[in-house]
């Protein structure tokens, strides 16, 4: 039975999914709920458990418009309730937490960018600090600064407020070596702790209040007695720290309990891996062994940036240089929730599990990530040395490539989703960069490099067991030297049969899958070709390339069948829509288009990429798609055609029965009810028509019918007045009515938007009307007065 497919006409943006933290301060406000993240410029408000709409703050910067007042830094109040934030212009705002508007803003007098906010535990009091070596010390209610504190040498790095709130301490660091504290009352420095040989990241507080705790990039944990200022012990950790948090005792981390009258310090650095220290003995008691963050490639670089710890909803917050946020539940240490914060340059996308539920998404990175749909939740899959270049998936597993000249095939399961890689292929000489599935059977994977060669691998129905340290090996089943160039594509055929190559040699090959001997090759291009896809019915190949053509090619004689033109550059994907009738393409312009391959027509382009689009995806009922590119934008687009054209429908059977009640109206005679619902259809002709008639019967009313009209309904009058004043013949309706228009105008019961422009159109015909009239009035008094001279002759003649 053939069922007729619908085609596509319409699709709308759904949803946008952007950047939300781009690296630099980083908040977690009390309740847990929630993270403020700086991103370029701007503050992001996330929910942990919903990505869909973060909220801004702030002035957003484009590219063409240098906002001048993007935010430095920020910090949020102990209660939740107020943050502050610091402008390039030199104020600072304070924001309300609940209603996100600026409450109160006042100017810095810091001689440079403001570079540390924090707020006291009583929130009483806004430490700032700055490039210029100075703390200002800022009463929140009043805008006023309390005082200067000055002794630091360099940027300020770390402000801490002492916890107990009538110390009036605070504890600072600048680009030296030095941890100094201030009464921030009296502004007298009254304690100074040297020990570090590097720049010292973090400060953090033990519970009793006798001991700190600091972190440095001299690979050290010092544990200090506030009050002696002495190092009670040195800890060398091997590795640069950027962040130190002392945890409270009695809580279980990692299934370990925390002694009392002990200090802990949780840290995190290059190695990307949080260790639990307890500082007196200077002993690793928690060491992370589930770290989805990579370890540092050179030295100097940065793994784990930000430690936090909520002691409301016992979690612990790790953020990355790659600028994702996990959290982790402290008493099993098991990620909760992952949050990706910018994705950079999105590379790859692929639908997998049951109604499509789980985006895969390959991202300037070694780990590739995956989404929940519903919740846009994360998650990171770890496993490649090098950035992933391309996925491809089918019903039980998802294949990835990498610039590590490996593929791995995974496996997942759904409900929570787990990944699992079960199998690695190895015999690439260089970038892997793409690599697909087979559909039909799913035993057959084939993969594409820089090093020309195409490979299939076969998929054994059962995996060995793993060993500890070695993952069981794809076999290679066949290699051949494919191109003369770099492969960009590779695709198989519905039925696993043919497999087929695009290439920078600007030639498309055709492969028989099951011995790699060339069927056919596809020449026509002038450029690279970046994709090539099999019709899911025909026997058809499609290619795109650098040349801004889409070709669609015979398999029974491998002639060029039709090409398409229309994208004004490279066109990096394209998709099959419509069981074959249409395709979607992605360029390097930004720019999305739908064909209809009947017609060779582009039925609809989507502009709303800012650079080109490396990745397409379609849903299986083709209701909606993702996209993502350079811009590191994910976007949903969603099929509208029925939406559209049933609103169609209904606005046609709405003017009709409008349309009907008009002729019934006119019909009675019921000329000023008639009037609105003219106005209301924006119909000029039977307005006119309606005003004649008004004249013509010289009914009363029409000033008043004008009145009661809604603004609207007199703006669109007016215009269709200044349209009849073009016509001689319509010249007293249409005056008629600009004089009733005018009148309420006048009076203030009518606001037009561009009146003068309205005016200055009406004008010149109004002018060149009163002159024809009064020509007209002159010889209508000659007639008049001949008449009159006539009549005495006239009765003589009687």
């Known amino acids: 039975m053939n069922t007729k497919v619908k085609l596509k006409e319409v699709y709308e943006l759904k949803q946008q999914y952007k950047a939300f933290y781009t690296g630099g301060t980083v908040a977690w406000k009390p309740d847990g709920q929630q993270f403020l993240c700086q991103n370029q410029g701007t503050i992001s408000i996330v929910s942990i458990d919903n990505l869909h709409k973060p909220i801004t703050l702030g002035e957003e910067q484009t590219d063409s418009e240098i906002a001048e007042d993007v935010i430095f830094t920020f910090a949020i109040s102990n209660m939740g309730t107020s943050i502050v934030s610091g402008h390039r212009s030199g104020l600072l705002k304070l924001w309300d937490g609940e209603t996100h508007t600026v409450q109160k803003m006042w100017k810095t007098m810091h001689q440079g960018p403001i570079s540390r906010l924090v707020f006291n535990p009583s929130d009483s009091v806004i430490a700032s600090g700055g490039t210029d070596s100075t703390i200002r010390l800022w009463d929140p209610n009043e805008q006023v600064c309390h005082g200067t504190v000055r002794g630091c040498e360099g940027m300020i790095n770390v402000i801490v407020f002492h916890p107990d709130v009538d110390s009036k301490i605070l504890v600072a660091v600048g680009d030296d070596t030095k941890i100094r504290a201030w009464n921030y009352e009296t502004r007298k420095l009254i304690k100074t702790f040297e020990g570090h040989f590097s720049r010292v990241t973090g400060v953090s507080f033990s519970q009793d209040r006798t001991h700190i705790v600091s972190s440095g990039r001299d690979k050290i944990l010092i544990l200090w007695n506030f009050e002696t200022q002495q190092a009670v012990k040195t800890i060398p950790v091997y590795e640069s720290l950027e962040s130190v948090t002392v945890l409270p005792t009695g809580i279980t981390i990692g299934g370990i309990k925390l002694k009392k009258e002990k200090?802990?310090?949780?840290?995190?650095?290059?190695?990307?891996?949080?260790?639990?220290?307890?500082?007196?003995?200077?002993?690793?008691?928690?060491?992370?062994?589930n770290s989805l963050v990579a370890k540092v490639s050179e030295e100097g670089g940065l793994a784990i940036t930000h430690l936090f710890y909520s002691e409301s909803?016992?979690?612990?917050a790790i953020v990355s240089a790659d600028h994702n946020i996990l959290v982790h539940e402290c008493e099993s240490f098991e990620c909760a929730h992952q949050l990706s914060g910018f994705s950079d340059e999105i590379l790859d996308l692929i639908l997998v599990g049951k109604n499509d539920r789980y985006l895969a998404m390959a991202t300037n990175s070694n780990d590739f990530k995956v989404y929940d749909v519903n919740t846009m939740n994360c998650q990171l899959v770890k496993g490649h040395t090098d950035i992933v270049m391309s996925l491809a998936a089918n019903d039980r597993y998802i294949l990835s490539s990498?610039?590590?000249?490996?593929?791995?095939?995974?496996?997942?399961?759904?409900?929570?989703?787990?990944?699992?890689?079960?199998?690695?292929?190895?015999?690439?000489?260089?970038?892997?960069g793409c690599v697909t599935l087979s559909k039909h059977e799913g035993s057959l994977c084939a993969s594409v490099s820089q090093d020309r060669c195409l490979k299939t691998w076969k998929i054994p129905k059962k995996f060995e067991e793993q060993t500890d340290n070695e993952l069981p090996r794809l076999q290679c089943l066949l290699t051949e030297l494919a191109h003369e160039k770099d492969i960009n594509c590779v695709c198989?055929?519905?039925?696993?049969?043919?497999?087929?190559?695009?290439?920078?040699?600007?030639?498309?090959?055709?492969?028989?899958?099951?011995?790699?001997?060339?069927?056919?090759v596809f020449r026509g291009h002038t450029r690279g070709i970046w994709a090539v896809r099999f019709s899911p019915v025909d026997q058809i190949l499609l290619t795109n390339a650098a040349d801004c053509c889409i070709k669609l090619w015979s398999?029974?004689?491998?002639?060029?069948?039709?090409?398409?033109?229309?994208?004004?550059?490279?066109?990096l994907r394209v998709e099959f829509l419509s069981n074959g009738m249409q395709l979607l393409s992605a360029g390097a312009d930004g720019l999305l288009k739908l064909w209809s391959i009947k017609t060779s027509e582009c039925v609809q382009t989507l502009d709303r990429h800012e650079n080109r689009i490396w990745a397409l995806c379609v849903t299986r009922d083709e209701s909606q798609f993702y996209s993502g590119?350079?811009?590191?934008?994910?976007?949903?687009?969603?099929?509208?055609?029925?939406?559209?054209?049933?609103?169609?429908?209904?606005?046609?059977?709405?003017?009709?029965?409008?349309?009907?009640?008009?002729?019934?109206?006119?019909r009675e005679r019921k000329l000023l009810k008639a009037l609105r619902l003219s106005l209301n259809l924006d119909r000029p002709l039977s307005t006119l028509k309606i005003v004649n008639e008004v004249i013509k019967a010289q009914e009363q009313g029409l000033d008043d019918t004008v009145r009661?009209?809604?603004?609207?309904?007199?703006?669109?009058?007016?215009?269709?007045?200044?349209?009849?004043?073009?016509?001689?013949?319509?010249?007293r309706p249409a005056q008629l009515v600009l004089q009733v228009l005018l009148q309420e105008t006048l009076a203030g019961r009518f606001q037009v938007s561009e009146l003068n422009k309205h005016l200055e159109a009406s004008l010149p015909y109004t002018d060149r009307h009163f002159k024809r009239l009064t020509e007209y009035m002159k010889d209508l008094?000659?007639?008049?007065?001949?008449?009159?001279?006539?009549?005495?002759h006239a009765t003589k003649m009687e």
């Open 313 to 316: 909803l016992g979690r612990m």
């Open 492 to 520: 198989i055929s519905p039925n696993d049969r043919l497999i087929a190559t695009g290439s920078q040699d600007k030639t498309a090959k055709l492969w028989d899958a099951s011995d790699l001997s060339v069927v056919g």
């Open 555 to 571: 398999l029974e004689d491998m002639t060029c069948l039709k090409t398409f033109e229309g994208h004004d550059s490279s066109v």
């Open 708 to 731: 009661k009209l809604s603004n609207d309904h007199k703006e669109r009058l007016l215009r269709h007045a200044i349209e009849w004043n073009t016509n001689s013949k319509n010249c």
């Open 781 to 792: 008094k000659f007639v008049e007065y001949s008449l009159h001279c006539m009549q005495p």
């Open 402 to 432: 990498s610039k590590d000249h490996s593929i791995r095939l995974w496996s997942f399961s759904e409900d929570p989703f787990a990944i699992q890689c079960v199998a690695i292929g190895l015999k690439h000489t260089n970038v892997v």
């Open 629 to 666: 590119g350079s811009d590191s934008q994910l976007i949903q687009w969603h099929d509208v055609t029925e939406i559209k054209r049933q609103h169609e429908m209904d606005q046609r059977k709405e003017t009709l029965l409008q349309e009907q009640e008009l002729n019934n109206l006119l």
């Open 263 to 289: 200090v802990y310090a949780a840290c995190g650095g290059e190695d990307g891996v949080v260790k639990v220290w307890e500082m007196t003995g200077a002993k690793i008691v928690f060491k992370q062994s």
